[in-house]
Structures are given as structure tokens and as C-alpha cells.
């Protein structure tokens, strides 16, 4: 058996809106699978603008520390509208979480202990926004067990959403699944969710996305 982790993501832009202001993004270095979400502030094409700038950030500073991905981001977003965010590292076979947030990008490790119970450990979210005014930051650590779902949500999402669907399909439907049930119609919405596990080495995920 190898640990991997299934990864999907859907969003929505707010209605009327040509492009959407929420981002995800995944990236795996040396080991490190960075998941994140940003939120460009409002909605429209600055807000998709920021949200741009930030995932291209991240991605060309993956494998450095959480905190300096943020710093790196709140850098490059001086002058525009600016974005809250999500971010973690999983660290596969380590079995380990480490995570933080500026903003209003929920987050949560959700454990399921039987078909009808699931523990939820929130991410301690600091008031912020990336590119205006940080917060002190701070990174958080957790063991991660397989069968464990990392969730991420925008506002765009109603927070009280059925934890369970996080489980019940590949994550890729489980994201589509909540987003269709739970999204407001007053800004984007996006929902992430990666689900850490450990398959046979010959396994493909359902969703053609797998990383070990």
C-alpha cells in the first residue's frame, strides 16, 4: 500500500459575471502537496484578477514555507484588489497536516468514524486580507489518517453544508455535489476538497488525479 491524495475542485462565478474571482490550486514538491484556495475580494474581473496573481504566486514558490508563500503573496498583490486565503501542506507519508488562513477561506479536516458520524477540526482563520494588511501568522499542524477530506470553501458557499457529501463520491463530484446544493447567488463560490488515502500502487483515482 502507498499514500496518496485525491484531489478535486468546482467553482462558479457570481451570476451575471463572466469570470470567477475564487481559485484553487495543487502542487507536490519533493514530497510536500500544497493545497490552497484564494478569494479575490468582491467579484468581477479584479477580484479574478487578484485571485490570478496569487495562484501564480504560489505555484512558482511551492516547497518554500507556508508563511513565506503568504509573505510572497502579499507582495505581489500590493496594488490590487487583493484576496483572502486557504493554504496547507500534506506531507504523504509522514501523515501529517500543516495549515493556516488569512481571511474568510473556511477550512477543515473532517474524520469519518462511521457511515453517519464525522469529526470536524476547524482551521483557526486570522482576520486579514493578503496584499492589504497581513496578520500575524501562524501554522498550525495535525496527523492526518487515511480516509480523512481536507475541505475548503469561499463564502460563495453556504457554511452549514452537509459535511458527509465531502465523502460519498470522488472528490471531484463531492466538490460539484456541495457547490450545486449549498451556493449563494451573491458572490463566486468554489469548493476543494482533498481526501488522503492509501491504495495498492497499480490504483488510479476516479478522478485521474492522484499523487504519491
Not at 111 to 138: D, F, K, M, N, Y
Amino acid at each position: 500500500m502507498t499514500p496518496n491524495l485525491e484531489f478535486g475542485c468546482a467553482m462558479a462565478a457570481k451570476p451575471g459575471e463572466k469570470t470567477c474571482g475564487d481559485t484553487c490550486l495543487t502542487s507536490r514538491t519533493q514530497g510536500q502537496f500544497l493545497l490552497a484556495v484564494a478569494d479575490g475580494l468582491g467579484h468581477g474581473t479584479e477580484a479574478a484578477q487578484a485571485a490570478t496573481i496569487a495562484r501564480a504566486t504560489l505555484l512558482a514558490n511551492a516547497g518554500r514555507p507556508l508563511v513565506d508563500l503568504v509573505v510572497k503573496c502579499h507582495q505581489a498583490l500590493r496594488g490590487s484588489r487583493g484576496v483572502v486565503m486557504s493554504l496547507a501542506y500534506v506531507y504523504l507519508r509522514e501523515a501529517l497536516l500543516l495549515w493556516l488562513g488569512v481571511g474568510n477561506v473556511q477550512g477543515m479536516l473532517l474524520r469519518r468514524r462511521s457511515s453517519i458520524q464525522i469529526a470536524e477540526e476547524p482551521l483557526a482563520l486570522r482576520t486579514g486580507v493578503v496584499g492589504l494588511e497581513l496578520p500575524p501568522l501562524q501554522v498550525r499542524q495535525l496527523p492526518i489518517l487515511p480516509g480523512d477530506a481536507i475541505v475548503f470553501v469561499t463564502d460563495g458557499v453556504a457554511a452549514d453544508f452537509e459535511r458527509a457529501l465531502a465523502f460519498y463520491e470522488p472528490p471531484s463530484r463531492a466538490a460539484e455535489a456541495i457547490l450545486t446544493r449549498n451556493v449563494r447567488a451573491t458572490d463566486d463560490a468554489l469548493v476543494a476538497i482533498a481526501r488522503y488515502a492509501e491504495v495498492a500502487r497499480e490504483e488510479r483515482s476516479h478522478d485521474g488525479k492522484q499523487f504519491r
